[in-house]
């Protein structure tokens, strides 16, 4: 059993934080506010909700999470698939802009961090390697898609709707006619600017003396710029008067305390949806801070994980916010700011606190067409197309889950993507282990080793057939192991010794053992002798409690090279 400290990854670092580490963290936490405010802003309102509810999830999830968090520098709040996810499954329920949709936002929270803080404690993890990476890539980059769409309609200032890509664009087309002209030069220049401070500002700063690490901090705030050059805009020239959208009022205050609403059926609605936003944000989440933490040559433990964003999305459903997960594009930025411990995130929400308290009036002008922007070009840095050709060329089957998971996105939505796409990858995992790896193997010369016969010259011995088995021997494929044999069996009439190499055998269940002893039984029928080689220790445990061993025909062999040079000749 674990013991109550590991629980509370903080009582760890904390042990050691000094004033040099207190440093690195402001700093960080300092430039990753900045990012954040507009970002949690756009979130929010992609989440179909009020702007302000991204600055309330931007909070008290990272506290949680610097309390309960193992990894160092992942930073946690609103992103951009958790919010489509979130606004699909709300709109579901509740139309957008009703009080109810706000409270079936805070269920996804609650239910998302029982879901996480309860497999957490259960330590199952290892449950989110159900979705295989060519499944959340392709899910990623469909809703990285549906979600650019789904901004179109903000940069050019028309209506539209639809979860799913045939609708927004039939809606888009619908309307394309009312394009609102100021709005799409605000939208169309917002989204020139930020792509070239993707690309651009860097090393436009890097000739203007700037150190490089200083230059890639400085382009990855270029949002905040284009946020205050709009607000400018706006109210020098009364865009707002003149058709461009603006973001209005928004409540000045720390986040209100919420308690989600107690409505079973509400829950019963919405429980699918907060299984699928935990999994996709867990997944996301570990991938992140696991690539993050090793470029630190630290660790993180993936159930603590579990906890530490179950713990997050509480803290978001009871003051005010929305499901969340730890986030690429900020927790980069973290990582680079120089942060050293979670603690810079607990910074980051006393600084987004700060702007909830007193910068939110300076955002009334901000126009919605920029948080689109903003939106867009993140997440079509997302979408990674040469993936699936890299796939392709790699497995056709992961190409197939990778390709059905993007096609059902697009086309049925997220929900329904994320199950396909489970769905394939169970379904070709199954039928890759019912028909595993095989190989008649012969000795290698002048050496004592055992590889293919169809691969490379080898010596192989008349009436002797070596079988070696890649895959674990279990329910799965121990009917097909038993086809296998009998079918090489009946092809050489000259058979006398059948050699099962098992050095890649690493489980044999019930449903295989029964099979080597029918096995056994037919070979000994056919006068020909039933060996096994190179069995593992803990397998030959287990065939030690069983009546095989005492039944056998033939003899269990230490080395596939020893049972070679015994029965050679015999």
Avoid at 236 to 261: E, S, Y
Avoid at 290 to 296: E, G, H, S, V
């Amino acid at each position: 059993m674990r013991p109550i400290s590991a629980y509370f990854p903080i009582l760890d670092w904390g042990r050691s934080y000094d004033r040099s580490t207190l440093v690195s963290d402001l700093v960080a936490a300092v430039i990753v506010t900045i990012m954040l405010i507009p970002q949690s802003l756009a979130y929010a309102l992609l989440a179909g909700l009020p702007a302000q509810v991204g600055l309330y999830a931007s909070i008290a999830p990272l506290i949680a999470y610097a309390i309960f968090g193992t990894s160092r520098t992942l930073a946690v709040g609103p992103v951009a698939v958790i919010s489509l996810m979130t606004a699909t499954a709300a709109s579901q329920v509740a139309a957008q802009g009703s009080a109810e949709y706000v409270a079936a936002a805070l269920i996804l929270a609650l239910l998302s961090g029982l879901i996480l803080t309860g497999m957490g404690i259960l330590r199952l993890g290892f449950l989110a390697n159900l979705l295989s990476h060519p499944v959340v890539s392709g899910f990623i980059t469909a809703s990285g898609i549906i979600i650019a769409l789904s901004q179109l309609k903000h940069i050019l200032g028309i209506r539209a709707s639809g979860e799913t890509l045939p609708e927004m664009l039939r809606t888009l087309a619908e309307n394309v006619g009312a394009v609102n002209p100021l709005t799409l030069v605000v939208g169309v220049t917002s989204l020139a600017f930020l792509f070239w401070v993707r690309k651009g500002l860097k090393p436009l700063l890097l000739r203007a003396g700037l150190k490089p690490r200083n230059a890639d901090l400085l382009a990855k705030t270029g949002p905040v710029f284009a946020v205050a050059v709009a607000i400018i805009a706006v109210v020098a020239f009364n865009l707002d008067q003149r058709g461009v959208a603006v973001v209005g009022a928004i409540p000045t205050g720390l986040p209100p305390l919420t308690v989600p609403l107690l409505d079973v059926g509400l829950w019963q609605s919405l429980l699918v949806p907060a299984v699928l936003i935990s999994v996709i944000g867990f997944v996301e989440s570990v991938s992140v801070a696991q690539t993050l933490a090793a470029k630190r040559r630290q660790r993180i433990d993936p159930d603590q994980e579990l906890i530490g964003l179950g713990t997050s999305n509480l803290g978001a459903a009871f003051t005010g916010g929305y499901p969340v997960t730890g986030g690429f594009a900020r927790s980069v930025v973290n990582f680079d700011a120089g942060a050293e411990t979670p603690a810079a995130g607990a910074y980051t929400a006393m600084g987004i606190a700060a702007a909830a308290l007193f910068l939110t009036p300076l955002l009334f002008y901000l126009p919605i067409a920029v948080l689109a922007a903003t939106i867009i070009v993140a997440v079509l840095s997302l979408v990674h197309f040469d993936q699936f050709r890299e796939i392709w060329r790699y497995s056709k089957s992961d190409f197939a889950a990778m390709a059905g998971t993007v096609f059902v996105t697009l086309l049925m939505g997220v929900e329904a993507g994320v199950i396909t796409g489970v769905g394939v990858s169970l379904a070709l995992y199954l039928w890759r282990a019912s028909r595993p790896h095989a190989a008649i193997v012969g000795l290698v010369p002048g050496t004592e080793h055992f590889r293919n016969v169809l691969r490379h010259k080898v010596q192989t011995e008349p009436g002797v057939i070596t079988l070696r088995v890649d895959e674990g021997l279990t329910f799965i494929n121990a009917r097909w192991l038993e086809e296998k044999v009998l079918e090489l069996v009946a092809a050489d009439p000259s058979l006398r010794h059948f050699i099962l190499m098992c050095s890649a055998v690493n489980e044999i269940d019930a449903s295989a053992l029964e099979s080597l002893e029918a096995i056994n039984h037919r070979l000994g029928d056919a006068g020909v002798e039933f060996h096994l080689s190179e069995v593992k220790g803990p397998v030959m445990d287990r065939l030690e409690r069983s009546d095989l061993l005492k039944q056998l025909t033939g003899r269990v062999f230490l080395s596939q090279y020893e049972a070679f040079r015994q029965l050679a000749g015999n």
